[in-house]
């Protein structure tokens, strides 16, 4: 068994420009994922910029992710990121890691709504395929709430490489969590006392949680 260790970034969709085929707040542009083999060592990763049909890359969103709109302008659209992805994940069998639901939600949203029925996508949207070691990690160590990554790296005594909201950098470093815990099945947390402010700041979070609370249905 292989694991793909998968995290997304999005950009915001404005309300005028969702419709009754779109109605969702955010879109993908940007995939990131690390492919591990069955003792969770590094195969391969890939960093896929994605042309979003809706949405558009804001100060705030430029800001946090990095990504700019000259990256985006003449990407792929998402079918063939995805087709892509597949492709360069083989035959394997494998399982998806991601670090919460969201990432999950979003592509399903997108899949439904740009119909994207290709027999691949299919294959690789199978809610069986997919793991949230968000939900893994807060109930091995019985957290009521959920943890960020960055909070879980600390927690795991492990040094975050790269840029929070790079889609291929907080793959990259969720990959490098989940090795050590599924190697280490013991381990214990370097501190579970509660962090302070300043370390969970506002940036805390992932893009898929940002958008959450904002989905519209549309008539």
């Not at 943890?147 to 793959?171: N, P, W």
């Amino acid at each position: 068994m292989n694991y793909l260790v998968i995290d997304l970034e999005m950009c915001k969709v404005p309300k005028d420009y969702r419709n009754k085929n779109y109605k969702y707040a955010s879109e993908i542009i940007q995939i990131g994922a690390v492919l591990l083999d069955e003792r969770y060592r590094r195969r391969d990763e890939i960093c896929l910029y994605v042309h979003p049909e809706h949405g558009v890359i804001d100060n705030f969103i430029a800001n946090m992710t990095g990504i700019k709109n000259r990256q985006i302008k003449n990407a792929p659209k998402l079918r063939e990121r995805l087709l892509e992805l597949t492709e360069w994940i083989g035959d394997r069998e494998y399982q998806v890691f991601a670090w919460s639901n969201s990432d999950f939600s979003q592509l399903s949203h997108e899949v439904r709504s740009k119909k994207l029925q290709d027999e691949k996508i299919q294959s690789f949207m199978a809610p069986e395929r997919w793991i949230d070691y968000q939900e893994v990690f807060g109930k091995k160590y019985s957290f009521e709430k959920a943890v960020s990554l960055q909070e879980a790296l600390m927690l795991c005594d492990l040094t975050q490489d790269g840029r929070m909201h790079d889609g291929l950098d907080d793959a990259l470093n969720t990959a490098k969590l989940i090795r050590k815990l599924e190697l280490n099945p013991e381990y214990q947390l370097i501190c579970r006392q509660t962090l302070t402010e300043e370390e969970s700041g506002p940036l805390n979070i992932c893009l898929g949680d940002l958008f959450a609370g904002l989905h519209i249905e549309c008539a």
